[in-house]
């Protein structure tokens, strides 16, 4: 057979996949998850039980830590020394730490990140507190195995007497699993062992009076309730933790936020870089200085504000923006034999118990066992001692050790081991002193062997033994809770005055679709007049708004969407330029078109509605805060029917009327409340029944009867009517007449369609705009008073093949 015909074929998706799965296996088991006994990693477990084999414990003198990295490595971990050094440093770092399981003596890194010294530099010791993981681990409590090499033996699992899972906590990635449980109060954590050991049926309710949440070495402020009970429950919740902070007072009338706690696994020097960030950027007005005040009396970081700075709206952006307040995903997974598994706080806690039992017991057995010996040692030392003269007889007439042992035993029922003990007996002992000595430790020793076999015998000695060694871990190593817990989570409510500064501008929307934001300082310099805004050749200023920053501007386009635009967020630019397209703020398409600008500070205004005509004749009434929203994208305004467009969006508190003008020259006039408030997406209702070919040139709000409705002709010829002929309707008629268009051969035409309409009781000034862009600045004067039926007068010189496409205010 040849050397290639030795190998059989096989699938690679087979064969990868039985290698990632083996790989996988080993990496969730073995080195990302932590084992629910004892809440350590493999490569913790292996460091602690490797400096405790080697005598490396909190009453020795500190030793470097390369040499307990290269135990680590050489006997248990083969790894790498980089990973062993840092799963040391972790359990050295007492912000990363509930309680230390590490002494480091050295440079063990600091909150700000930085790394700790190189190993061959630092010293380290077992801290007391860990030696309660490794306390009766010589006594038979856990299981060993073999080491990778098969030449030393290390244990499956700590005893660990306290419940470190949920003390310390772990965070870890493995193959197709994470893990990520914080740290606890150890006092809480073990009156939560005491009370589900008294009750097994215990409820989380009852057990969340206990524990009430996690208890972070870093403090904080933790907030939502809810969030810990539904992780508590399931495995899985989340939680705000927020910086502890505080408001001073100064010298001047100024303030400065002080920041003495940040969450946990911030890092401190980052956080400070991000708050002078913003005061570089000026995203947020009002702060002076952000300055690192931390040192030997702990951490503080102050912000130094501006004199009459809104302290509070500043501090709400810093914890919305920066990792002051941070949110905290739980995702309790540990391996339960052998397994990974997904826990609430009751089933680790259960787990434990469990182990502490299994712990308990093969301690007490192993301790029995050693009892039974010695108490089978001192029976055969004070028989021997009754019949002294005896056994000395016997031993001077044997030949060597081993006659004289097989003599005792055959002489007087000996047993080997007591055989044994007689012949090592010192002298001594043979004093009455000594013998009277024997007799008690053997009564001693028969205390403690019904003391052991009790405990084996019950489950509720077994359970008091337990409790009260967790009692006496709470009384030497608890400290009171760091971390304060709030019920619901607050809500960071942001002023826009906090990020900009309040300032009137002027923003103007050209037809071609140019923005600008400028300032009243430009406006003045530059003469005060419309005549001098900047715009392209061609083109003419559509919008005027006199605004201000912190407001923000509404954008209702033709095709019924709208944008939320920030006034701040425009780019600011003098007067006499051009502004940038609006295409470059937002993302407006090129076959849409804005028709209605809509300016508004506070969207809760009660009521005040928006209030959408479209050109089929369609009318929509919706309120205000409907339209209330954060995102910069197109989002929908109205529904519009096929072929159906906007031709505009007013602001109205429902108090006036609506005149519908049509492009054919009729008109309805109706109560604004006849228009009933409805959704956003809805479609409205019909505001004028028009003509097959007919539809909407303008809507005009009017009040009252005073003044004249223009109204104006695409070949330039308008006239007004008194309000007064214009009765009030129901909605949806086909109206009166507001215009006639003269008809016939040899007669002028005085235009085929209205494109606008005005109402006014004083003099306007109106642009007129043309096909070819040409632009007519004209007053509502020009055109006489006439009867609604009227033809209207030429106010502009308009060509027929350049007719006027649209008509508005100055």
Known sequence: MSTMEQFLPAFLEEVVGDRFGRY??????????????????????????????????????????????????????????????????????P????????????????????????MRYTEARLSTIAMELLRDIDKRT???????????????????????????????????????????????????????????ELSLEELMTIVRGPDFPTGGLIMGEEGIREAYSSGKGRIHIRSKTEIEEMRGGREQIVITEIPYQVVKSRLVTAMENIRLEKKVEGIAEVRDESGRNGLRIVVELKKDADA?????????????????????????????????????????????????????????????????????????????????????ASKNRQDAQNNLIKAYEFTERQADAILTLQLYRLTNLEITSLEKELKDIAKKIAY??????????????????????????????????????????????????????LVTLSHEGYIKRTSMLSFTRSGGELESAGVKEGDVVRHLLEVNTIESLLLFTRKGQYYVLPVHQIPEFKWKEN??????????????????????????????????????????????????????????????????????????DGSKDIMLVSKLGMSIRFSEREVNPMGRVASGVRGM?????????????????????????????????????????????????????????????????????????????????????????VSTEKAPIDDRKSTGRAIAQIEKKDPIQLMFIR
């Not at 990778?148 to 003390?167: A, G, M, W």
């Not at 990635?173 to 009370?195: K, M, Q, W, Y």
């Not at 990974?340 to 057995?365: C, F, S, W």
């Not at 205004?605 to 919706?622: A, D, E, I, S």
């Open 142 to 200: 856990v299981l060993f195995k073999d080491n990778f090499d098969n030449t030393n033996k290390e244990p499956v699992v700590l005893p660990s007497r306290y419940p470190n899972l949920l003390v310390n906590g772990v965070s870890g990635i493995s193959s197709g699993f994470a893990t990520e449980i914080p740290p606890h109060n150890l006092r809480e954590v073990i009156d939560a062992c005491v009370a589900l050991m008294n009750n097994p």
């Open 452 to 505: 052991y076999r009790s405990i084996l015998d019950s489950e509720k000695k077994l359970i008091g033994v337990i409790r009260e060694e967790l009692q006496e871990i709470r009384e030497k190593f608890g400290i009171d809770r760091r971390s304060e817990i709030r019920g619901e989570v607050e809500e960071l409510k942001v002023n826009l005055e906090v990020m900009v500064n309040p300032e009137d501008v």
């Open 312 to 396: 509070q709206g500043i501090l709400a952006y810093l914890l919305k923006k920066t990792d002051l307040q941070v949110t905290y995903n739980f995702n309790m997974v540990a391996i339960v034999n052998k397994t990974p598994k997904q826990l609430g706080i009751k089933e680790m806690l259960n787990a434990y118990i469990e182990h502490q039992k299994d712990v308990v017991i093969h301690r007490t057995k192993y301790e029995l066992e050693k009892a039974e010996d010695r108490a089978h040692v001192l029976e055969g030392l004070v028989k021997a001692l009754n019949i002294l003269d005896d056994v000395i007889a016997t031993i001077k």
């Open 689 to 777: 029944q028009l003509k097959e070919n007919d539809e909407l040139a303008a809507a005009v709000w009017v009040e009252g009867d005073e003044g004249e409705l223009l109204v104006l002709s695409d070949l330039g010829y308008a006239k007004r009517s008194l309000l007064l002929d214009y009765p009030l309707q129901g909605r949806g008629g086909k109206g009166v007449v507001t215009f006639e268009f003269k008809e016939g051969k040899r007669v002028k035409s005085n235009g085929d369609s209205l494109v606008g309409a005005v109402w006014s009781k004083d003099e306007i000034q109106l642009t007129l705009l043309t096909l070819s862009g040409y632009q007519h600045v």
């Open 95 to 118: 912000w990363k730490m509930g309680h230390v399981l590490i002494d480091g003596h050295g440079n063990w890194g600091s909150l700000d990140d930085d790394p700790a010294a190189a």
């Open 579 to 652: 502004g940038t397209a609006l295409v470059n703020i937002v993302p407006i398409p090129k076959d849409d078109a804005i028709v209605s600008i809509i300016p508004v500070k506070e969207f809760d205004l009660p009521n005040m509605t928006l209030v959408f005509v479209t050109r089929k004749g369609q009318v929509k009434r919706t309120e205000l805060k409907e339209y209330q929203s954060n995102r910069s994208t197109a989002i929908t305004a109205c529904k519009l029917g096929d072929g159906d467009e906007i031709i505009t969006v007013t602001l109205s």
């Open 24 to 93: 996988s296996k080993y990496i969730i088991q073995d080195r990302a998850i932590p084992d629910v006994r004892d809440g350590l990693k493999p490569v913790q477990r292996r460091i602690l039980y490797a400096m405790y084999d080697a005598g490396n414990t909190p009453d020795k003198p500190y030793r470097k830590s390369a040499k307990t990295v290269g135990d680590v490595m050489g006997n248990y971990h083969p790894h790498g020394d980089s990973s062993i050094y840092e799963g040391m440093v972790r359990m050295a770092q």
